[in-house]
T-cell receptor, first 114, second 110 residues
Framework: EAEVAQSPRYKITEKSQAVAFWCDPI?????LYWYRQILGQGPELLVQ????????DSQLPKDRFSAERLKGVDSTLKIQPAELGDSAMYLC????????????FGQGTRLTVV | GQSLEQPSEVTAVEGAIVQINCTYQ??????LSWYQQHDGGAPTFLSY????GLEETGRFSSFLSRSDSYGYLLLQELQMKDSASYFC???????????FGKGTRLSVIA
């Protein structure tokens, strides 16, 4: 069964260091999302891609976060410098198109900033 | 912008029926979805409603009233494995991202 792949599963980093997360969506899925989820809360959108183009990055803290999906397939989310408040689960999801209601989520990267 | 409200916690007995409500405020409305997330796991899609009425998928049903900006998820014949967090998510306009509620933690007890 096709899955959204994310790596690493867990990451511990020191404050002010750079960190990167990788996501490989389900093959053929044009839409890719990065969400951040704080424990006990719902996922909050950081960025949405349609193929290689950014559709919505209004909630992405652009002073420290960046995201790219250069060839419209896999994607990288970077934080530089990391802050204590960035500790959260970072979830990648994909769907066939942006109008679909079914998004497939990866297992996420649990980030701890110390 | 969009906002969603759902109860933070619900407890129900194994074998019973439970309803999880969701009210939303959006500029535009394209549809309401429901996701389940077990502790430590990824959210998984359960159902969606784009039109008013009830959608049934096995033990799970979802209802939508667009005039009331309200929906609910109904879980029947509860099982212990249904203990999880349940999120409603709204898409305000076509091609806009899914916006999630804060989630309802369901505990199923014997």
């Amino acid at each position: 069964e096709a899955e959204v792949a994310q790596s690493p599963r867990y990451k511990i980093t020191e404050k002010s260091q750079a960190v990167a997360f990788w996501c490989d969506p389900i093959s053929g899925h044009a839409t890719l999302y990065w969400y951040r989820q704080i424990l006990g809360q719902g996922p909050e959108l950081l960025v949405q891609f349609q193929d290689e183009s950014v559709v919505d990055d209004s909630q992405l803290p652009k002073d420290r976060f960046s995201a790219e999906r250069l060839k419209g397939v896999d994607s990288t989310l970077k934080i530089q410098p990391a802050e204590l408040g960035d500790s959260a689960m970072y979830l990648c999801a994909s769907s066939l198109e942006g109008t679909g209601f079914e998004a497939f989520f990866g297992q996420g990267t649990r980030l701890t900033v110390v | 912008g969009q906002s969603l409200e759902q109860p933070s916690e619900v407890t129900a007995v194994e074998g019973a029926i439970v309803q999880i409500n969701c009210t939303y405020q959006t500029s535009g409305f394209y549809g309401l979805s429901w996701y389940q997330q077990h502790d430590g796991g990824a959210p998984t899609f359960l159902s969606y409603n784009a039109l008013d009425g009830l959608e049934e998928t096995g033990r799970f049903s979802s209802f939508l009233s667009r005039s009331d900006s309200y929906g609910y998820l109904l879980l029947q014949e509860l099982q212990m494995k249904d203990s999880a967090s349940y999120f409603c998510a709204v898409r305000g306009l076509r091609n806009t991202p899914l916006v999630f509620g804060k989630g309802t933690r369901l505990s199923v007890i014997a």
